[in-house]
């Protein structure tokens, strides 16, 4: 079974994508063009309706502004892994943890990374290895900020554990999923979204709006 992200499975996401989003996103960068974070949440809008060129300029972009950003490295890590360009995608993971060690969108990009490989694999192929090796990676990104709040990570650590037998894990897994998933789709998206995101300190010159942007695709995982 391939991993897909469970939101991804859920609901079709351009059309539960906000229309006026990447407006909002790109009024802010016009108000600070020199904010690597809206690049990043822009690039994020432009992934989830597929347009992945334009996503992966402005994630560059971003590090132009800031060489040393990593989440700009672990959005092109996930970025490349979608297309399935892995080399790609596991330099830029392993950029991102090199700058920041504790970068769970990371180790989740290499858990998912490795996963995909081992699904190729046959079995004298490395395949069950691989499984365990992914496993591990579950296991810390599951643990860290702030993938520890992805209903998507969970259900696909799930998916995994359940492929090596380890069938009890994996339904404390599939729980945990399901908990985050109806708490987090509790919300009305303009209304109780800027309320529970609790996003860190921004240049005040940015708009409120930006919050619900970062909330937004943080979550959906673009």
């Known amino acids: 079974m391939e991993l897909l992200p469970f939101s991804?499975?859920?609901r079709s996401l351009p059309s539960s994508l906000p229309p006026s989003v990447q407006a909002i996103l790109s009024d802010a960068i016009a108000i600070s063009p020199s904010y690597p974070e809206a690049y990043i949440q822009l690039g994020r809008a432009h992934a989830f309706t597929s347009n992945l060129a334009e996503a992966e300029r402005l994630y560059k972009h971003a590090l132009v502004l800031q060489p040393s950003f990593a989440p700009a490295h672990t959005s092109l890590g996930k970025l490349y892994l979608f297309q399935k360009q892995t080399q790609k995608a596991l330099v830029e993971f392993k950029r991102a943890l090199d700058l920041s060690p504790d970068d769970g969108d990371a180790y989740l990009g290499l858990a998912r990374l490795e996963a995909q490989q081992a699904g190729q694999a046959g079995k004298?192929?490395?395949?069950e290895e691989g499984l365990r090796r992914a496993a591990e990676l579950y296991g810390k990104a599951v643990g860290m900020e702030p993938t520890k709040g992805y209903e998507s990570a969970w259900f696909d650590f799930g998916v995994l554990l359940s492929q090596l037998g380890r069938h009890?894990?994996?339904a404390e897994k599939f729980e945990k999923a399901t908990a985050l998933n109806e708490r987090m789709m509790d919300f009305e998206m303009l209304g109780q979204v800027g309320r529970k995101a609790s996003p860190p300190s921004?240049?005040?010159s940015l708009p409120p709006s930006l919050y619900i942007g970062k909330f937004f695709f943080q979550h959906a995982e673009c």
């Open 8 to 10: 991804r499975r859920l």
């Open 124 to 127: 004298e192929g490395g395949k």
């Open 168 to 170: 009890d894990e994996a």
């Open 202 to 204: 921004l240049p005040p």
